[in-house]
């Protein structure tokens, strides 16, 4: 019998109404209906919303993000706002040697555009700034996406290039800009 491993949940408050927690379980449903109401907006700009198709999928995925933000190979928040889970913030990979995270997020849509995004984006990045485990903070996303263009540019960081093709979405090959932020707390 496999014993499961249960690490401690992690909560990052952002202000006195908006905070992000670690991925568990216990979001699966809801996170399942976030998703669903979000699919055809989320399908634009990912891959992997055309794959959830049940609540048992979001689990498993939860899951597998589980270990990974428990060991350090990936980071998986969820972002609440007044408990009501709106979006999703995460390092999607980890860099140890090279202290580096690609920065990942997703927000409802009827929760764009009040800057929600950025509140928890900038408390996420001093988290893990000040504790020295990352300070090279990256963002890659399609030259098309303007929306996560905005982001990375409105929360300090800088284009560092163009790499052509290099994202396949629904069907094509897409231009994706590639933009980092360095915080290195030893200067």
Known sequence: MQETQHWQDEIITVNDHLKLHSVNESFAGALFELVMRNKSALQ??????????SEEDTRKTIQ???????RGYAKMFLILEQ???????????????NKTAYVGYWLDEAWQGKGLLSQALQAFIARYADSGQVRRFVIKCRVANEASNRVALRNGFRLEG??????????QF??????????????
């Open 162 to 171: 163009t790499l052509k093709e290099a994202e396949y979405l629904n069907g």
């Open 44 to 53: 634009k700009a990912m891959d992997w919303p055309q794959y959830v198709r």
């Open 64 to 70: 597998g993000n589980y270990l990974l933000h428990h």
């Open 83 to 97: 408990e009501e889970l709106i979006g999703v913030l995460s390092f999607n990979q980890i860099e140890p040697a």
């Open 174 to 187: 897409h231009d994706q800009n590639i933009y980092a932020r360095i915080i290195d707390k030893r200067r």
